[in-house]
């Protein structure tokens, strides 16, 4: 199931006022039961998940800008349909057996938050795993965090270098 195309659908039944209020709380919730069908596998990663020490950008800042202004995230408004819309990728994510924060939108907020990570020392396997990217993305987060800002010195550049060149 694509909870977040469903989601996306409900959403707009919702503010298309196509549906009340009542039906899309109804219809949500069991949208977001779904989860329950779940194989052993898949129900362990989401409690793993839910309960486990992952970043979470809503933690931080509900409210984020994405870095990519035409992200589908900037349209939303409310707090809650922020929450839903970051839900329903990460169940999508899960079902499909990829790193949890797979297509969701990159802030600000992340790549200060990968920088502090690097400048503590963390491993290269502790920050992917707490980060819940495809290395590709965590490179390229990386990259762009260092393109530029700061110079050829810097221990955050050494450090994010050396996670780069990490196997």
């Not at 990663?45 to 035409?70: A, T």
């Not at 802030?107 to 290395?135: D, P």
């Amino acid at each position: 199931m694509n909870y977040h195309k469903e989601l996306k659908d409900l959403i707009w039944l919702k503010d298309s006022q196509s549906i009340s209020e009542d039906e899309f709380i109804k219809r949500k919730k069991k949208l977001f039961t779904e989860k329950n069908k779940f194989d052993g596998g898949k129900k362990k990663l989401l409690v793993h998940f839910n309960n486990g020490n992952y970043f979470k950008i809503e933690e931080i800042n509900i409210h984020f800008s994405p870095i990519n202004p035409h992200s589908k995230y900037s349209k939303l408004i409310s707090k809650q349909d922020k929450l839903d819309f970051l839900h329903s990728k990460r169940l999508g994510n899960i079902d499909k057996n990829k790193p949890i924060n797979t297509g969701l939108p990159d802030s600000k907020e992340e790549s200060e938050a990968i920088k502090a990570m690097i400048e503590e020392g963390e491993s290269r396997q502790k920050i992917f795993y707490f980060f819940q990217r495809s290395e590709t993305v965590l490179h390229k987060i990386i990259k762009k965090t260092l393109a530029g800002e700061l110079d050829d010195e810097d221990p955050y550049i050494l450090a994010a270098k050396r996670i780069l060149d990490q196997t």
